[in-house]
T-cell receptor, first 113, second 116 residues
């Protein structure tokens, strides 16, 4: 079984500042890791994913995440926050294709003007 | 990218009635779809895995007779909430595996159900 822990249910950053959303996972086999963003009253949009290969993954909207096996982490970062980044962010894990995702509890990102 | 569409986006129904929510993969075939439920300000809870041409696999604690799932084609899965009650009010989201896109899981826009 696998699990995901997102540290910090709420994160606030100033516009233009670095965004860092933390995600740690637990898995007995090599994980596939995902970050999704959810805007109010909408479904989830895939930001980026890691399956195999390069550990630094670049996604949409300037976000990136680095898979660190030794730290069992997959933190999401963006160098400069924009007002439009305000949303709920979910980290998720599965262990293979066609397998269900296990989600973290989510982190609400607020951008301060 | 792959597109998953849900319908309706919003639905209000009376207590005791049934309501059907559709999930369609618009530009790809999906042998596997997933149904989630999300309460306000909470994470997604997997309800069931829907497999084309076979019975859905329900997660522990989910009533299969209340939440009927049908995956009759490679592009359509439906969730029917039977004999709905106010506690069934929630945001329901489906997702589908896009095999042509590296088996990435794409999500629908979600459906708000309010039972009055």
């Amino acid at each position: 079984a696998q699990s995901v822990t997102q540290l910090g249910s709420h994160v606030s950053v100033s516009e233009g500042a670095l965004v860092l959303l933390r995600c740690n996972y637990s898995s007995s086999v090599p994980p596939y890791l995902f970050w999704y963003v959810q805007y109010p009253n909408q479904g989830l949009q895939l930001l980026l994913k890691y399956t195999t290969g390069a550990t630094l993954v670049k996604g949409i909207n300037g976000f990136e995440a680095e898979f660190k096996k030794s730290e069992t982490s997959f933190h999401l970062t963006k160098p400069s926050a924009h007002m439009s980044d305000a949303a709920e962010y979910f980290c998720a894990v599965n262990t293979g294709f066609n397998e269900k995702l296990t989600f973290g509890t989510g982190t609400r990102l607020t951008i301060i003007p | 990218g792959a597109v998953v569409s849900q319908h309706p986006s919003w639905v209000i129904c009376k207590s005791g009635t049934s309501v059907k929510i559709e999930c369609r993969s618009l530009d790809f075939q999906a042998t596997t779809m997933f149904w989630y439920r999300q309460f306000p300000k909470q994470s997604l809870m997997l309800m069931a895995t829907s497999n084309e041409g076979s019975k859905a696999t329900y997660e522990q604690g989910v009533e299969k007779d209340k939440f009927l799932i049908n995956h009759a084609s490679l592009t359509l899965s439906t969730l029917t909430v039977t004999s709905a009650h106010p506690e069934d009010s929630s945001f329901y989201i489906c997702s589908a595996i896009a095999g042509h896109a590296g088996n990435t899981i794409y999500f629908g826009e979600g459906s708000w159900l309010t039972v009055v």
